[in-house]
C-alpha cells in the first residue's frame, strides 16, 4: 500500500474517531448551574462594576469571575461546589465570603463597606480589573481596530507566529508565507506598536516563523489604520502584542513542542512584579524542517524549445533561538521609565533540486538539473526605552520612547547545472544586507471637558539597508569562479520619515466621531553599482510629501450595538529590494529585477459596518470600498538568453494602473451551547483592474492586466468542549480563486484540526494538532504571455504533526489597573491602549 493512502486511511479515521468521541463525551459533560446576586455598600445601594471573583476550594479549573452591571447585579453560570467569593470595587475595601452552591438561584446580596478616603465616583470613570478567567470571546470589535486574542486557538498550539496568522480573521497566509487582508498582500507589520528588526527584512516568511505563538499575547487586525499610525500598508496593519505579565509576585510558563515534519520548540516566559519594579525575560528556540515543492509546465508558440516541465523541491532546516528581556519602574504613582531588548537568531539549511525538461522544435528532449545548497543565518537586535508620564487624573499623558534596532542577514547558495548528465556550470552567490533602523515617537493626549480628547504626536525613521551581493561562475571543472559582472553589485537603500499627528475625538450622546491628519515627509536615497564595465554608479534620491485625512463615525444604539463608518487614504512604499536593480539570482531560468524607478501607489479607502455583541454571539459585517492608484503589478515576460540557449522567465515589479475592490467582511462568533463554539470569517469581493505594460526590448506584445472578477475567503472554527479540561478544534479555509486577462490563480482549502487537555490541577495544558489534514494546501495558478502560457503549483509545507505542553508556574495573584477615563467613543474594555505612531 502506497504512503499517500495509508495517510489518508489515517487522516479520515481520525476525524471519524474525533466526532465519535466527541459526541460520546457530550453526555459527561460538566454540568453548570445559573446563578445571580447583587453587591451593594452598607447603606444598601447597588456597586455598579464591581469585580466578583468566584474561587472554587476543591478544584480552581472551576473558578471563575463576573463583574456587575450599572444597576450592581451579576448573573453567572457555574458548577456546584464551595467557593470563596471576593468583592473588589473602587472606593471599597475587599470583601470575601464563603458559600456553598449546589443549586441555580439567587445568591443574594454582597455587602462590601467604603475606604475611609472614597468619594462619589464620576459615571465618566471606571476601574480596568483583570480578570484570570478564560475570555469568551476571541475577537473583539473596536472604533478603529479589531482584536484577536490567540489563547483560545487550539490548532496553533506550540507553532509560531505564521501559525497564528493564518487563524485570524480577514488575514490570509499564502502557501510561501504572504501575508494578505482582504486579498492585498501589502499588510505592514508592528511588534508592539512599532516596526520591528525581529521580523527581518521586508518581512519575509521565515521571519513570521522565528517568533513563537506562546509568546503573543493578542494581535490588532487595523483595516483602516487611524492618522495615529503611520500611513504606509494599503491593505492595513497587524499590530503583534507579545507578552508581557500583569501578575504580582513572581510568574512563568514554560512551553514544549514535538512535531512532525520534524520540529522541536521549548520557550519559556517569566516575570515578577513587585512594589515599583516591573521585570519580564522570555526566551528559547526550537529547531523545524520543511519541505517546499514547485511544479511548472510552460508551452511556447515561438523559438526553439514548445514546451519545459520543471518540478523543484527544496528541503530546509531551520534553527531560530530568541531571548527578550525588560524593567519598568515606577519612579512616582505618575510618572514611569522602562526599557527592554530583544536578540533573536535565525539560521537555515536547504538542499534543492530543480529538474528540466526541455521539449525541442526538432522533437528531441533535453535534461536539465540544478542542485542548490544554501546556508543563511540572521541575527536581529531590538533595544527599546520609554518614559510615561500622567499629568493629573483626568488623562492628560505624555508619551515618549525611542527604538533602536539592527538586524543581519548573511545567504551563501552553491549551484551547480548538468545538461543531459554532464557539467554545465557552477554558480556561487553570496548575499549579505545589514538593515539599521532608529525609531522616535512623542505622543501626547489632553482631555477636553467630559466627552473629547485631543492627541498629538511626532515620529521620527531612519531606516537603512546595505546590500553586498556576489556571485561568481565556471563553466567548465576547469575554469575557476569568475565574477558575473551584472549581479555582483554594493548597494544602499536609506528612507527617512518625519511625521505629525493631530486628532480630535468626541461624544455627542449616542453620536461619536474622530477627525485626524496625518503629514509625512519622506526622503529615500538610492545607491547602486555593480561590476559591469563602463556602467557608471546610480545615485536617485526620491523625496514626497504627504497628507492622510482620517474620519471615524459612529452611531450606539445600545451597550455593544453599534454602527459606524470610516474614511482613510493610504501609501504603499515599494519594498527595498523592488528597487534595487538585480536583486535576486539564484536560478539563471527565473529572474526577478528590481525596478529603481518605481514610485508608490495610493489608496482610498471606505468602510461601513455594524457591530452588536451579546453574551452569546458577536456579530460584525462590514461593507468595504478601495481604489487604488499607480498600483504596483508584477509583470512576468520571458527573453531568449544566447548565453545559456534557454528562454528565460523574467518578474519585474511596475506601476500600473489602477485596482478597484469592494466587497463584504462578516466576522461572528457564536457560543451556540455550553460546549459548542463557533468563529467564522467570509470575505466576498468583487474586483477590477485595469492597466497595460508594453517595452518594445523585453516583449513582442504588450500584457494586459485589465480584468474583473468576485472572489471569496471563507474560514470556519468549531470548538468543542468536551469537560472542563477537554477541547477539541476543527478549522476550515477556503481561498476563491481569482482571473485578470495575464494570470488565473484557482481556489484553494485546507482543514485543521486541534485537541487541548488540561491537566496538574489547572497548571499543565497537553496539545496536539494537525495542519493541512487532507494535504490541499498549495497554489496554482496560470500565467498568460505574449508566446507562452505556464501553469504553476506551489505548496510551501505539506501536512504536520505536533503534540506540546504547556506548564505554568507561580502563579500570582491580579491586580488592578490604575484608574483612568473611559475611552471616548469606543466599546474598550479597560485593555491598554497602544500608542503607534
Not at 92 to 107: F, L, R
Not at 297 to 323: F, H, L, M, P, V
Not at 366 to 395: P, V
Not at 415 to 435: G, H, W
Request: a neutral charge; hydrophobic letters at 30%; proline letters at 3%.
Amino acid at each position: 500500500m502506497k504512503q499517500t493512502e495509508i495517510i489518508n486511511i489515517f487522516t479520515k479515521k481520525t476525524l471519524g474517531l474525533t466526532f465519535v468521541l466527541t459526541a460520546a463525551a457530550f453526555a459527561f459533560a460538566q454540568e453548570k448551574v445559573s446563578i445571580s446576586g447583587t453587591v451593594v455598600s452598607k447603606n444598601n445601594q447597588p456597586v455598579p462594576y464591581a469585580s466578583v471573583s468566584f474561587n472554587n476550594k476543591e478544584n480552581k479549573l472551576f473558578s471563575d469571575a463576573t463583574l456587575t452591571d450599572e444597576k450592581g447585579q451579576y448573573t453567572l453560570d457555574i458548577a456546584p461546589g464551595n467557593y470563596d467569593i471576593t468583592t473588589e470595587a473602587i472606593d471599597y475595601k475587599k470583601g470575601v465570603v464563603n458559600k456553598q452552591i449546589s443549586i441555580a438561584g439567587n445568591i443574594g446580596a454582597l455587602s462590601i463597606e467604603p475606604e475611609a478616603s472614597s468619594t462619589n465616583l464620576k459615571t465618566g470613570d471606571i476601574q480596568g480589573v483583570t480578570i484570570t478567567v478564560q475570555a469568551t470571546k476571541p475577537y473583539k470589535v473596536e472604533l478603529d481596530k479589531k482584536t484577536y486574542d490567540p489563547s483560545q486557538d487550539i490548532v496553533s498550539k506550540g507553532g509560531n507566529l505564521q501559525d497564528v496568522l493564518s487563524n485570524v480573521p480577514s488575514v490570509s497566509v499564502d502557501t510561501d508565507g504572504t501575508v494578505s487582508m482582504r486579498g492585498s498582500s501589502n499588510v505592514k507589520f508592528l511588534i508592539n506598536g512599532k516596526p520591528s528588526a525581529l521580523l527581518g527584512i521586508d518581512d519575509g516568511a521565515n521571519a513570521l516563523q522565528s517568533i513563537p505563538a506562546d509568546q503573543i499575547e493578542k494581535i490588532e487586525v487595523i483595516t483602516n489604520p487611524s492618522s495615529k499610525f503611520e500611513a504606509s500598508g494599503t491593505a492595513g496593519i497587524l499590530n503583534i502584542i507579545l507578552k508581557k505579565n500583569k501578575k504580582t509576585g513572581f510568574n512563568g510558563s514554560v512551553i514544549g513542542t514535538l512535531g512532525y515534519l520534524p520540529q522541536t520548540n521549548l520557550n519559556t516566559n517569566l516575570s515578577w512584579r513587585k512594589g515599583k519594579f516591573t521585570w519580564f525575560l522570555n526566551g528559547g528556540g526550537g529547531y523545524r524542517e520543511s519541505k517546499n515543492t514547485n511544479r511548472n509546465n510552460a508551452r511556447y508558440s515561438s523559438g526553439s524549445i514548445n514546451q519545459t516541465d520543471n518540478e523543484s523541491i527544496t528541503n530546509s532546516q531551520n534553527k531560530n533561538y530568541n531571548a527578550s528581556g525588560g524593567l519598568t519602574f515606577d519612579i512616582t504613582d505618575k510618572t514611569s521609565v522602562n526599557a527592554s531588548a530583544t536578540v533573536r537568531t535565525f539560521d537555515n539549511e536547504s538542499d534543492g533540486n530543480i529538474m528540466y525538461y526541455d521539449y525541442l522544435a526538432n522533437n528531441s528532449t533535453n535534461f536539465r538539473q540544478r542542485l542548490n545548497n544554501g546556508i543563511s543565518n540572521n541575527l536581529a537586535f531590538q533595544g527599546d526605552f520609554g518614559l510615561d508620564h500622567k499629568f493629573d487624573d483626568k488623562g492628560q499623558n505624555l508619551s515618549l520612547s525611542l527604538s533602536l534596532q539592527r538586524n543581519r542577514s548573511n545567504n551563501d547558495t552553491d549551484i551547480n547545472d548538468t545538461e543531459n548528465y554532464a557539467f554545465k556550470l557552477r554558480d556561487l552567490v553570496n548575499q549579505k544586507t545589514i538593515n539599521k533602523s532608529v525609531i522616535g515617537k512623542a505622543d501626547y493626549e489632553l482631555p477636553v471637558g467630559e466627552n473629547s480628547k485631543i492627541e498629538a504626536g511626532y515620529r521620527l525613521d531612519i531606516n537603512t539597508n546595505d546590500y553586498d551581493n556576489d556571485v561568481q561562475e565556471s563553466k567548465s571543472l576547469s575554469s575557476p569562479l569568475s565574477y558575473l559582472n551584472k549581479y555582483t553589485y554594493d548597494a544602499t537603500y536609506k528612507e527617512t520619515f518625519n511625521a505629525f499627528y493631530l486628532q480630535f475625538k468626541s461624544k455627542i450622546d449616542k453620536f461619536s466621531y474622530q477627525l485626524g491628519l496625518r503629514d509625512e515627509l519622506s526622503n529615500v536615497d538610492i545607491y547602486y553599482k555593480n561590476l559591469e564595465p563602463n556602467r557608471p554608479a546610480i545615485n536617485t534620491t526620491k523625496n514626497y510629501n504627504n497628507l492622510f485625512p482620517t474620519i471615524y463615525l459612529s452611531y450606539e444604539f445600545a451597550k455593544d450595538n453599534q454602527l459606524l463608518l470610516n474614511y482613510t487614504k493610504r501609501i504603499d512604499r515599494p519594498r527595498s529590494f523592488f528597487m534595487i536593480p538585480n536583486p535576486s539570482y539564484s536560478d539563471n531560468q527565473n529572474i526577478f529585477d528590481g525596478n529603481i524607478d518605481l514610485n508608490p501607489s495610493y489608496v482610498d479607502s471606505y468602510e461601513f459596518g455594524y457591530s452588536i455583541s451579546k453574551k452569546n454571539f458577536t456579530i460584525n459585517p462590514t461593507l468595504y470600498y478601495r481604489h487604488a492608484t499607480d498600483d504596483v503589478k508584477m509583470v512576468v515576460y520571458t527573453q531568449f538568453d544566447t548565453d545559456t540557449q534557454l528562454n528565460v522567465f523574467h518578474t519585474l515589479p511596475v506601476n500600473l494602473g489602477t485596482d478597484d475592490r469592494y466587497g463584504l467582511d462578516f466576522n461572528f462568533n457564536w457560543d451556540a451551547t455550553k460546549w459548542l463554539k463557533f468563529m467564522g470569517n467570509v470575505d466576498l469581493f468583487k474586483y477590477k483592474t485595469t492597466g497595460t505594460y508594453f517595452d518594445a526590448a523585453k516583449m513582442s506584445e504588450p500584457l494586459y492586466f485589465d480584468g474583473s472578477g468576485f472572489s471569496s475567503r471563507i474560514r470556519l472554527t468549531s470548538t468543542f468542549k468536551i469537560d472542563k479540561t477537554l477541547n477539541f478544534q476543527i478549522q476550515g479555509f477556503y481561498r476563491g480563486g481569482q482571473k485578470t486577462q495575464s494570470i488565473d490563480r484557482k481556489d484553494m482549502y485546507a482543514i485543521n484540526f486541534g485537541a487541548s487537555k488540561t491537566v496538574l490541577n489547572g497548571n499543565g495544558t497537553i496539545g496536539f494538532n494537525i495542519q493541512d489534514i487532507f494535504n490541499t494546501r498549495a497554489m496554482q495558478s496560470t500565467a498568460y504571455g505574449p508566446n507562452y502560457v505556464r501553469d504553476s503549483y506551489m505548496q510551501w509545507q505539506p501536512r504536520q504533526f505536533a503534540l506540546s505542553f504547556t506548564y505554568r508556574f507561580k502563579q500570582g495573584e491580579k491586580i488592578e489597573q490604575p484608574k483612568k477615563k473611559k475611552e471616548i467613543n469606543s466599546n474598550a474594555t479597560g485593555d491598554d491602549q497602544q500608542s503607534p505612531m
